[in-house]
């Protein structure tokens, strides 16, 4: 994969030959240089290692082809040599001179400045030129590799699969834009002979080569596919479908304009075909669920999955879908405190029925009117349905709370994040809109600010958490590896639906992590740490996450198992008939995992093998 560099390094030092001309070849695939050189490197060594240096920048390349041929011109002071660089054309500037280091060799480099003045020719131009000088004298493996790439073709936007001497079918289902300028790919290959030696997503605006698609690639299962076309070659392997990332290939955005990214199809024999790229139809969220819902990987497949393809790709979406402006709107209801001791967030999303029961139980307890109580609406089109449902609890309670309604559904984590920007209290309660607090608990939140005034090293508390039938759902997490789930390390409930314990507790119990159901901390800590990291999807994993970063300040977590709650816990969306959603959680686990267990996940690969 070339590496393109902004800042140029120095000139050649001296000069092991002259490059005569250069320029940009599209069909070959990169930089053509022809000049001669008074070194030679060893007969059968491998493609040197390439470094073409310009005005403005540099291209360096470890996988290039150069071909030796007679100057008789020179006499015994040198050979002919011509270097293909494989890389995109950009605006580098004049050429300063060309470096070759032979691979796995100790010799010093061939250092090749251009003669003055220089000159860089057109493709027409080059191909004229160099052709003549490759054919004289013996041929080897290279000069054919470096023919064959010469006689190619330029793309001209039209497919042209069909003219391949071998039996290859490709079916391109969806392109999926991945920011900045990369696509996913998702379809099906049909190869029954393994022609294909390398794909690659080529586009006119790449700053460098994105490498072989078959590096970034997922096989998947299409019955579909082998049913209708691939019985007919003998195929009974159902994993003919695919999902491929090509990061940076130059893609442009939806509505941008230019020249759309294509594939590039390469046998082994070096023969070259073309198949334009269908338009992206859905980009941000609905590019990212789709992507999910495209891959079931099994245990052994997922840290190649994500590490390679999903992972990357749906970083990226998911970072620049949240990095819009966010326009929030704020209906009060009643007048809050203009400086409340706690600010209770909650988000909402899906039942907004929610918000009646807490406001009946939260306004039981005379203690919570010096709080403040913000709900971020993260279900924008059910903003009537909820606004409804607001003016009725508030007439019925009379506690006062806010509304806050961005524009689109941003998540669990964002949404977290809105209500924090917009809280005044001293101490932030973060609260799940399905967690209600026990009649018999009506204190829980003054308990819990207690525990952080109490100790200056204690940086966030949690409650216990109840299920309906007052067994225990939360009281502290534990981080388990699960071998059904690549051996990442999951957030466990350890005393997960037991009777609470009798001993009485007496104030907050050390723990690893709390869940970000119901936590409690100073809005100066979130506000320092910036609140939930929003590198996370939908919403597992941030409130693990931020316990760690609090520990990692040295700081510790606690739960109080005085402060008492019940959680109606919704149903698991993981099962494996929403694929999409297990999908989007396991990508949260693989975030979780490469950041904090990045050393420990090494260390049990090693031992498993």
């Known amino acids: 994969m070339p ?15 002259y490059v005569d001309f250069y320029g940009h070849a599209p069909a070959a695939g990169g930089w053509l240089f022809c000049g001669w050189s008074r070194g030679r490197w060893r007969p059968g060594a491998p493609p040197p290692r390439v470094v073409a240096q310009f005005r403005q920048g540099r291209v360096e390349h470890v996988e290039s082809i150069a071909c030796w041929f007679p100057r008789p011109d020179l006499g015994h002071r040198g050979a002919g040599l011509v270097v293909l660089l494989r890389a995109p054309h950009l605006p580098l500037g004049e050429l300063v001179g060309l470096e070759l280091a032979e691979a796995e060799s100790h010799a010093p480099a061939l250092l090749l400045p251009p003669v003055r003045p220089v000159t860089q020719l057109r493709e027409a131009d ?51 834009p991945v920011p900045p300028d990369g696509v996913a790919l998702i379809g099906w290959c049909l190869d029954p002979t393994n022609a294909i030696a390398a794909m690659h997503v080529r586009g006119p605006r790449a700053a460098r080569d994105a490498g072989p698609l078959g590096s970034r690639w997922l096989r998947v299962e299409r019955a579909d596919v082998i049913g209708s076309v691939g019985a007919a070659h003998g195929l009974t392997d159902l994993r003919v479908g695919f999902v491929a990332l090509s990061p ?30 269908p338009p992206p139809q859905r980009s941000g969220a609905a590019a990212a669920r789709r992507l ?87 279900d924008p089109p059910r903003k009537r349905e909820l606004l409804d449902l607001a003016h009725a609890a508030h007439r019925r309670f ?127 800590l979130a506000t320092e740490l910036g609140g939930f990291d929003e590198a996370f999807a ?10 760690l970063r609090v520990r990692a300040k040295g700081l510790g977590c606690a739960v109080d198992r005085r402060a008492r709650l019940y959680h109606l816990e919704r149903q698991s969306q993981v099962s494996p ?33």
């Not at 509505?255 to 790229?277: F, T």
């Not at 009777?499 to 809005?523: F, K």
Request: proline share 9%; net charge negative; hydrophobic share 40%.
């Open 3 to 17: 590496e393109v560099q902004a800042a140029p390094a120095p000139a050649p030092r001296s000069e092991d030959g």
């Open 126 to 176: 080059l191909l004229t030129r160099i052709r003549p000088a490759l054919l004289q004298g013996p041929q080897g493996p290279e000069h054919a590799r470096l023919l064959t790439r010469l006689s190619r073709r330029a793309y001209a936007g039209v497919d042209t699969l069909h003219e391949l001497p071998a039996s290859v079918q490709i079916g391109l289902d969806e392109t999926l």
């Open 248 to 277: 940076a290939c130059g893609a442009p955005w939806p509505g941008g304009h230019g020249e759309a990214p294509y594939l590039e199809v390469e046998l082994h024999s070096g023969e070259v075909a073309y198949k334009r790229l």
């Open 292 to 378: 999910l819902e495209a891959v079931r990987p099994a245990s052994d497949e997922m840290d190649y999955a994500f590490d390679r393809v999903l992972g990357p790709a749906l970083a990226a979406i998911h970072k620049q879908r949240l990095a819009r402006p966010r326009a929030v709107t704020e209906i009060a209801f009643g007048t809050t405190p203009a400086e409340p001791l706690c600010s209770i967030i909650v988000p909402l999303y899906g039942r907004m029925d929610f918000l009646t029961y807490q406001a009946a139980l939260l306004s039981e307890h005379p203690g919570h009117f010096a709080n403040e109580l913000i709900y971020v609406l993260d």
């Open 398 to 524: 009379g506690l006062p709370f806010r509304i806050l309604v961005p524009e689109e559904n941003l998540g669990y984590g964002p949404a977290n994040n809105i209500g924090i920007a917009a809280a005044r209290g001293e101490f932030l309660c973060l609260l799940n809109s399905d967690v209600m607090p026990a009649p018999e608990g009506p204190d829980w939140l003054d308990l819990m600010i207690e525990d952080l005034r109490a100790d200056a090293g204690l940086g966030l508390v949690g409650a216990m958490l109840l299920f309906e039938d007052g067994t225990v759902q939360h009281e502290g997490l534990t981080f388990e590896r699960l071998p059904q789930q690549a051996n990442w390390p999951f957030p466990m409930h350890p005393r997960k639906g037991l009777l609470p314990r009798a001993e009485a507790a007496l104030g907050p119990e050390p723990v690893e992590a709390v869940t970000g159901a119901c936590m409690v901390l100073r809005r100066s």
């Open 538 to 547: 939908i919403g597992d994993f941030e409130d693990s996450d931020l316990c």
């Open 577 to 609: 008939d929403n694929p999409w959603r297990h999908n989007a959680t396991l990508f949260n686990a693989w975030t979780h995992t490469r950041r904090w267990f990045a050393d420990d996940t090494q260390t049990a690969r090693t031992e498993k093998r």
